[in-house]
């Protein structure tokens, strides 16, 4: 990064950690209108940061190479595809996945941040999905919380030295499942419950969410696999320039 | 590379069995949103009904919910830009690599 991208970066973390001392702060859809005016200008800010970090990371990757706008474009396509899908579950309803995980493994957390909103911005303008006013709440479940796990859980199978498709399943799967973790989280903060406060809201929202989305956090985790062994077949230039393969394999 | 081809396949009947059996198994089901779920919890919740403050976009351009219809066409645009770019990409790579492949062999 250059010395004008880090000072913007850091004004970012600072306008964050600003609001992050609110005491109550308050996530998969949340609907329009549904979050608190302070919660959804709470969760837009704490999002920005990564967005900022995340504009910065895919605009210095494209100018040191051109060529990995291929499989920036595959993961953000790769969000398009997997998050218009609604799917039918266990449970009786249907859900959709977050898609994020291919792009969390091979450009890191901040850049799908990136990805992740467009596709969201696409849903709550066009589609009344979501929604703009929880446009932060959501970015930052599944945009940001969601690929940080994936991250975090793919780097941690590489150092264990896992089978790294293995890695790539539970890193997507887990993923997956974590945002909707998040989204119960910031409901729960934004609607206590009467007794009890916010934990045990929490568990109520996951209840809802939690067995719907477990069969389909499955479903990602494969999907994600499947892809990776396609571009694992055709891609290895670029694969190995993201740093996802090496060279000599 | 056969050894890919296998679990290809096999992760693919496992996807495909997560995505049937449950329409079959559940005869009768409504399938509806799970984001729907979480606003009728929201109300057994907060105790209250949850009067939205603000309405989306869209519905207010349209004057109403956009029918069912057209909120399927809406989607299938956003799978279709999707796959679109996914299937050109993919292509590429499959066709270079048949060529790199032809010109090592030579």
Known sequence: MSKKQKKVVLFSIWVAAMFAVTPAVNAM????????????????????????????????????NRKQITLLAMAGAFIFVISSLKIPSVTGSCSHMTGTGLGAILFGPC????????????????????????????TFSMAIAGPLLSFVLYKLGNKLKINKRVTVFFAAFLGDLFTYCVTSIQLALA??????GVAVSAIKFLGVFAPTQLPLAVLEGIITVLIVIALETYAKPELIKVGFMKEAN | MSKNKTTVIILLIIALLIIIVPVITMKGAEFGGSDDAGSVMVEEVSGSVYEPWFTPVLETFLGGEMPGELESLMFCVQTGIGVGIMAFIMGRFVERKKWLDKENTL
Do not use: R
Not at chain 1, 41 to 58: C, D, E, Q, R, T
Not at chain 1, 191 to 196: K, L, R, T
């Open chain 1, 111 to 138: 850049a799908v941040s990136i990805l992740g909103i467009i596709v969201l911005i696409f849903q709550a303008i066009l589609l009344a999905h979501g929604g703009l006013t929880t446009l932060g709440a959501n």
């Open chain 1, 29 to 64: 859809h949340i609907m329009e209108g549904y979050l608190p005016v302070k919660y959804c200008i709470a969760w837009g800010v704490i999002s920005l940061p990564f967005l900022v970090v995340g504009f910065f990371s895919i605009k210095n990757k494209l100018k040191e």
């Open chain 1, 191 to 196: 609607y206590p419950s009467a007794e009890g």
